[in-house]
RNA sequence: CCGGCCGGCACGGGCGGCCGCUCCGCGGGAGACCGCGGAGAGGAAAGUCCGAACUCCGCAGGGCAGGGUGGUGGGUAACGCCCACCGUCCGCGAGGACAGGGAAAGCGCCACAGAGAACAGACAGCCCGGGCCCGCGCCGGGCUACGGUGAAACGGCGAGGUAAGAGCUCACCGCGGGGGCGGCGACGUCCCCGGCACGGCAAGCCCCACCCGGAGAAAGACCAAAUAGGGGAGGCCUGGUGUGGCCCGCACCGCACUCCCGGGUAGGUCGUUCGAGGCCCGCGGCGACGCGGGUCGGAGAUCGAUGGCCGCCGCCGCCCGCCCGCGCGGGCGCGACAGGAUUCGGCUUACGGGCCGGGCCGGCGCA
RNA sequence: GGCCCCGUCGUCUAGGCCGGCCUAGGACAUCAGGUUUUCAACCUGGUAACACGGGUUCAAAUCCCGUCGGGGUCA
């Protein structure tokens, strides 16, 4: 459909507070040695992407700023490999050298299958339990 | 040559390829979006320590309380910032540091030691006279130099003087008062007088002078689903509410009466980037800076945009190899601190080197 | 993004306003000894801290300034 199979658009980016919210009440977590990603199942004929960086992870913004790009890069170029129809927000876990783009891709890909999996599977019995009593 | 001091400047690798991000312009498309072009983090963007602009609160009036500043003069929109000068202290010096008003308005504190710690007094002691049991633990009088303690001891050191002493007298220094001269002033300097009467702490309370209304872009303005039924204006009176801690003042609300229909959450738009702006030249000023002229257009995201993968060149550091060095080759790291979130002026803190000044100081050597 | 508060033994705290016998007290924990056949409890003793850097003062945990940490709050 996209003419550019590596490009992002804003169309593919998690935005707003609430949907953040959402996706932290109501996914379904997996947890690997640098990442934590939260899936919940979006309706759309694509996956769409949201970081967030703790601020114990690393107290330095840049290095903050450098996960987010990595993890974002990551997600760019191994779109057609990642599993459709999903909000995800990837949680870096820990800073430093061991956050390579080659790392950070191997688990996006492995953990979003694995939450993508129990995301559907809790949401297929019982009708959408999503009524959030707030 | 070595060591050191001060000030200023531009920087934060460069070029190229591919894949991407945000905004703007143009074009295409019904639209999602696509193509082309342009722009896209810092000197500290940081900490949020000050000062403002801007916005709202009843336009902010008075009093009390509270907070801040603290040599003088200037600069500035303003400042707790900057400049010049003064004073004190440190350094051989270039220079550096300083919250640097008032302690004879008052209160408070000054541990330990010491006789005595703030107002005088006399522990050990000295001297004179008298008495005596004449090697006295006696009486009367004079005295505080000397001794010891302490961070600090009632002016310091020296000389005269004396029974011993004492600003008792004298010189110098300090202190206080008065006057002359220089300076806008802080202050400096000189002369005269007094003869000591005034210990320290105000980053303890306090006094004096000056400054400060409060909140902060999550300020605030507009559009406006769902849901819920109320909301606004006028008159009246005991009460209540409000932006800062209180009072006065001020404004608003509520009960009952009359009149009129809009108010507002999620979400969105604006605020949002041209401003005490940058650069160049000239003039004034010791300087901070000011005045005049010319010129430039340079982020606006909203879970938050500058990145990723490569190639070549360059710098520095480290490691390895070639015979030590010189030099050559290879590898690693591109190296620090760190990223806008309304915007400016400062301060503070973090941090890698480089360049400049016919700059300055000390030491050594040579001429 | 703004505003506000707090840093004391391993942990929770007292002291701070009003500086000095603070060589910093207490509780729990820990170590050693005693008691007990042993364990617990109890008794005695010990180890152990003023976040960091400057300044004011004769003297700073305390007062002032600056860093660095930790926390709260506001749509």
């Known amino acids: 459909m996209t003419p550019r199979p590596y490009a992002f658009p804003r ?15 109501e996914g379904a977590r997996a947890r690997g040695g640098i990442l934590q990603v939260i899936a919940r199942g979006n309706d759309l004929p694509e996956s769409r992407l949201g ?4 601020r114990r992870v690393t107290r330095s913004s840049p290095e903050r700023n450098r996960l987010k790009r990595l ?9 057609t490999r990642l599993p459709s129809g999903l909000d ?22 492995r953990l979003s299958r694995q939450a993508g999996a129990k995301a ?3 949401r297929s019995p019982g009708p959408t339990g999503g009524g959030a009593p707030r």
């Open 51 to 54: 970081i967030s960086v703790a």
């Open 71 to 79: 993890v974002r890069e990551a997600f760019r170029l191994n779109r």
């Open 120 to 122: 559907s599977r809790a």
């Open 11 to 25: 169309r593919l980016r998690l935005r707003g507070e609430t949907t953040f919210r959402n996706v932290f009440r």
């Open 88 to 109: 995800l927000v990837v949680c870096p876990l820990v800073p430093g050298r061991a956050f390579t783009l080659g790392a950070v891709a191997a688990e996006l890909e």
